[in-house]
């Protein structure tokens, strides 16, 4: 394994989420983005992660721009639903 991720996996379901779901707790502390409700801002980056993925794999359309809009609600769901599973269970073993 060359690299940690690569465009075609941020393009996926799994590589998309979790890519939101680290660069969401990574951002989500820094400034005018505090202000911003962390769904919101994880909406933001599924946005970005997956229209920027489209777009280097050559893929971007009229078609794939829209629907990313819709996905990017599925995986920022997904992510924020992956967070907040792992730190209720690590809240539980304290």
């Known amino acids: 394994m060359e690299e ?12 998309a989420t ?3 779901t680290l660069i ?3 951002i989500k502390g820094i400034g005018w983005i505090e202000r911003i ?16 993925a489209a777009a280097v794999a050559g893929e971007l359309n009229w078609s794939t721009a829209g629907l990313a809009f819709i996905n990017a609600v599925v995986v920022s769901l997904a ?9 209720a269970a690590r809240a539980t073993k304290e």
């Open 24 to 26: 969401t707790q990574l």
């Open 79 to 87: 992510a924020n639903g992956a967070f907040d599973g792992v730190t």
């Open 37 to 52: 409700p962390t769904r919101i801002t994880s909406y933001i980056v599924a946005l970005v992660v997956l229209i920027a």
């Open 4 to 15: 940690f991720f690569t465009w075609s996996a941020l393009g996926t379901y799994a590589g």
């Open 18 to 20: 979790l890519a939101v």
